[in-house]
């Protein structure tokens, strides 16, 4: 399947090979940012204010959060991470993160305390893959 956001306030999903339709869901607004799929949940933002977690197979609505209203839903090590860019009447910018939805999700990790963090620095630093001028165009 491919799950796709657009600006009708729908968020659709398709068949890969054929490209039929198979479900959509109507939020409250333009869906400009893209989904995120894990665990069969698809995660996405809409610019009515919310981040709404659907079932991948059938659209079906798990639940829905006020933020994360402008930027596509990331996955990485069982959270779900959205930001938002108070496009919709907010007093300023927020990142959310979400525990995975379903039976087997861990639990989100504790905020280490910013007094104790420090860089590695021994981690190796690679080169960058290309190197373009700047311009003013």
Same mark, same amino acid.
């Given at each position: 399947?491919? #799950?796709? @956001? /657009?600006?009708?306030?729908? +968020? &659709?999903? !398709?068949? *890969? %090979?054929?490209? $039929? =339709?198979?479900?959509?869901?109507?939020?409250?607004?333009?869906?400009?940012?893209?989904?995120?799929?894990?665990?069969?949940?698809? #995660?996405? @933002? /809409?610019?009515?204010?919310? +981040? &709404?977690? !659907?079932? *991948? %197979?059938?659209? $079906? =609505?798990?639940?829905?959060?006020?933020?994360?209203?402008?930027?596509?839903?990331?996955?990485?090590?069982?959270?779900?991470?959205?930001?938002? @860019?108070?496009?919709?009447?907010?007093?300023?910018?927020?990142?959310?993160?979400?525990?995975?939805?379903?039976?087997?999700?861990?639990?989100?990790?504790?905020?280490?305390?910013?007094?104790?963090?420090?860089?590695?620095?021994?981690?190796?630093?690679?080169?960058?893959?290309?190197?373009?001028?700047?311009?003013?165009?």
């Amino acid at each position: 399947m491919v #799950y796709v @956001g /657009s600006a009708d306030h729908d +968020v &659709y999903a !398709l068949n *890969a %090979g054929t490209g $039929a =339709l198979l479900w959509k869901y109507t939020t409250g607004w333009t869906v400009s940012s893209s989904p995120a799929v894990a665990n069969g949940v698809v #995660y996405v @933002g /809409s610019l009515d204010g919310n +981040v &709404y977690a !659907l079932k *991948a %197979g059938t659209g $079906a =609505l798990m639940w829905k959060h006020t933020g994360g209203d402008s930027s596509s839903p990331a996955v990485a090590n069982g959270v779900v991470y959205v930001g938002s @860019g108070g496009n919709t009447g907010g007093t300023g910018h927020w990142l959310y993160a979400f525990g995975l939805t379903g039976s087997h999700a861990p639990a989100l990790p504790e905020r280490p305390d910013p007094q104790t963090l420090s860089p590695d620095l021994s981690l190796p630093v690679s080169r960058p893959a290309a190197k373009l001028p700047a311009t003013d165009e």
